[in-house]
Every structure is written in C-alpha cells, then in structure tokens.
C-alpha cells in the first residue's frame, strides 16, 4: 500500500540525505538541515514523551539555519565552506566554550553525532527479526554511540522514553512508507545515503582535528 497523497512519509525525509552529497562529495547544508526537519517531524509524531529530545534537535537545527539565511551565507552553503570559513576566522572555540560557543562546527558535530545513532538504529531495525522490540534496538544503538557524549541524567532519560516506542512493525508502519516489508526495502535503499553523509562528516572533521569540539 503506498502512502497516502500528501501523507508524511519517512522516505522523503531520508531522500533529504541523498541530496545533500554533490558530485564532489560535498555536503549541502540546506538538504542536510531539511532532512533533520523531518526527522524532528517524525519524532513529535511518535508522542511527547520525546520532546526533550526534539527540542534539543530544533535548537540546533535553528542555530544551523540562522547561518544559513545570514549574512555570511555562501560560507554556509557546504559543510566543507562552512569549516574553512569558520577556522580561518577563529569562530571555533576548540578548547572550551567560551566566545563562541554556538560556532556552526560545534553545533553541526552534535547533530553528526545522532546521525550515527540513526544509522545505526534504521540499520538493526531494517535487519531485526520481525518480533524484536524496537526499545531493544533503540538502546543498543544509543550506547554504541550517542550514549558516550551524554551525562548519565540525559542517558538515564533517554533509555526510559526508548520503552514507549511502538513494536518493530509498529514502527516500520508509522514511518509511512507503505508495509513493513516496503519500508524495509526503502531503508535498505537509504541507509547507504545517510552513511555517506556521516563518513564524509566524520573525515572532513578528523582531518580538521575537531571530532571534540567542547
Ligand atoms: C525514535 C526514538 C528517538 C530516539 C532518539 C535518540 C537520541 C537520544 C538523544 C537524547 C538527547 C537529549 C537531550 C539533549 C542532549 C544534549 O546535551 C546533547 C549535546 O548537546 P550540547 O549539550 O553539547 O549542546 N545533544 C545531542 O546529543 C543532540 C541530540 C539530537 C537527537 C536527535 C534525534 C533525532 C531522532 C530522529 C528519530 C527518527
């Protein structure tokens, strides 16, 4: 069953990820902030117990897009023009948060982090046998990545809001995408996307020594 017209649908939203690498492996900042729009979008959809965490990801995705409709806009265009432009005008804060604490590289960091859990999260629930718990794959995902940047107040949170989430069919269902078996297919065609991404991310971050940013 495909989704209904106009309905929401998780495939556009990681199709975002597909446009946001060039030829040139270049990472567009406007399709990469539209993508996370989305997924902010799907995560309200799924109750309010997750709200802390949308807010969080709005918050960053705002600072993100004030760059990108500001002044110095064509530095934003790329994640690449975006990080030369801030290092060669000292506008990273690289020991510790102190005059610039919003810079685009930091913020930008924090959303490549849960990037990582995404892929890691769509991957085991792409792969999952049909009767696995969705809070399961949720978890093990979010301690082999984000779960190491976080206090254990916001660990300790996230893992009891991981338990309201819908079975894995459930899940496979509200994504809108049409059966679970069709959105299987459909993650199985996205994840490759979202993975360039982050792997361009995490290269152009490594070369540039900024994979700590405070
Ligand atoms: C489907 C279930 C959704 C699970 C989402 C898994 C991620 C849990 C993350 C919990 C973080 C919540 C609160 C905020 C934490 C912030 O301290 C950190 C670091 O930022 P800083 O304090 O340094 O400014 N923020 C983050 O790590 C960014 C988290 C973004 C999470 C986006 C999730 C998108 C989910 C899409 C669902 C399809």
């Not at 729009?37 to 965490?53: E, P, W, Y």
């Not at 919003?102 to 995404?118: F, I, K, P």
Request: neutral net charge.
């Amino acid at each position: 069953m495909a989704a209904a017209a106009g309905a929401f649908s998780l495939r556009e939203v990681l199709s975002a990820f597909q446009a946001a690498v060039t030829e040139r492996r270049e990472v567009l900042l406007g399709p990469y902030l539209r993508g996370w729009r989305g997924l902010v979008r799907f995560l309200n959809s799924l109750g309010a117990i997750f709200s802390f965490i949308s807010k969080d990801a709005v918050a960053k995705i705002q600072i993100m897009e004030s760059y990108c409709g500001g002044e110095r806009q064509e530095e934003y265009r790329t994640l690449q023009s975006m990080v030369a432009y801030e290092l060669a005008s000292g506008l990273v804060d690289i020991q510790r948060r102190s005059e610039h604490p919003d810079s685009g590289c930091r913020t930008l960091l924090r959303l490549h982090r849960a990037l990582r859990w995404l892929q890691l999260f769509l991957e085991g629930l792409r792969t999952a046998q049909e009767d696995s718990k969705t809070s399961t794959i949720c978890t093990d995902s979010y301690n082999a990545s984000l779960a190491a940047y976080h206090p254990w107040v916001i660990r300790k949170a996230a893992t009891v809001a991981f338990c309201a989430l819908p079975s894995r069919n459930a899940f496979l269902e509200i994504m809108n995408v049409g059966t679970p078996e069709e959105a299987v297919v459909m993650l199985g065609d996205a994840l490759p996307h979202i993975s360039s991404v982050y792997g361009i991310t995490e290269e152009l971050y490594a070369q540039h020594k900024l994979l700590n940013l405070p």
